[in-house]
């Protein structure tokens, strides 16, 4: 089954960086063959169009360690991408713990640009979720845009809300997050997204996320029951995708 990539755009500071390992404190400045600098509204669409996606995942890692939602970033990599690809639509992980902090932050873009909401699909990743959060989208209007992230680090679960062990509340779109792995050129966690296919329900579409180095690894991700899988690094270095154009 042919495995879709999907470009990841890790935000801090209102800047662009380069995700290692997971290790949030060392991230430097994106550098990339696709573009010049690290701002998101230059980097994002430039992602797109090597991935020839129309999906781009953000992970707002200033709202992941605790700090406020990037908005002003957020609202200008939106408007870029209005003017660029009107149909893209922003996979977007900002560490919310329950479903008030997320609409807070919908309401908030909307407030700055009316209608921005609409373009976003999100990502409730089970490191930062509290305790309820995941059995309250089942019933909720957000749910069948959202998708829930499963985080683990060096064969640990980053889950205080159990999500991992709960499968028949997880949605229909899945990411299989193995951060160690980011960036880290070590190739694919496939045998974590074996252990959460087994799991799932037919038909649950699964991202992968972390170490695909090449067109190789993107295929045997593919052969595993992956439909997706989250690039930042093979991009950026030109080891996937599409090159800038001259």
């Known amino acids: 089954m042919p495995c879709a990539l999907i470009p990841v755009l890790d935000l801090l500071g209102g800047q662009v960086v380069r995700a290692v390992r997971g290790d949030r404190a060392r991230y ?68 919310w713990p329950d479903l008030v902090a997320l609409r807070d932050t ?45 985080d683990r680090r060096d064969g640990h679960r980053l889950d205080r809300a159990g999500c991992w062990d709960r499968p028949a509340s997880w949605p229909a779109q899945l990411i299989v997050m193995t951060l160690e792995r980011v960036g880290a050129d070590a190739g694919p966690d496939l045998a974590t997204l074996a252990e959460v296919a087994a799991r799932a329900a037919p038909g649950t579409r699964l991202i992968g996320a972390g170490g695909v180095r090449d067109q190789t690894d ?17 991009l950026h270095d030109g080891r996937l995708g599409r090159p800038r154009s001259a």
Request: negative net charge.
């Open 28 to 95: 430097q400045p994106i550098r990339s063959v696709l573009c010049e600098g690290a701002r998101p509204e230059v980097v994002g669409p430039a992602l797109l169009v090597a991935a020839d996606s129309d999906r781009l995942y953000v992970a707002d890692l200033d709202a992941l360690t605790g700090q406020a939602v990037q908005l002003d970033a957020l609202a200008g990599l939106l408007w870029s991408l209005r003017r660029d690809r009107p149909t893209a639509r922003l996979w977007l992980d900002a560490g």
């Open 106 to 150: 919908l309401a908030r873009l909307d407030a700055i640009g009316p209608g921005m909401a609409e373009a976003i699909d999100p990502v409730l990743a089970s490191e930062a979720l509290w305790p309820g959060a995941l059995g309250a989208l089942q019933d909720d209007p957000l749910a069948p845009r959202a998708l829930l992230s499963l």
């Open 218 to 234: 993107l295929h045997a991700a593919g052969a595993a029951g992956a439909s997706a899988w989250l690039v930042a690094s093979a």
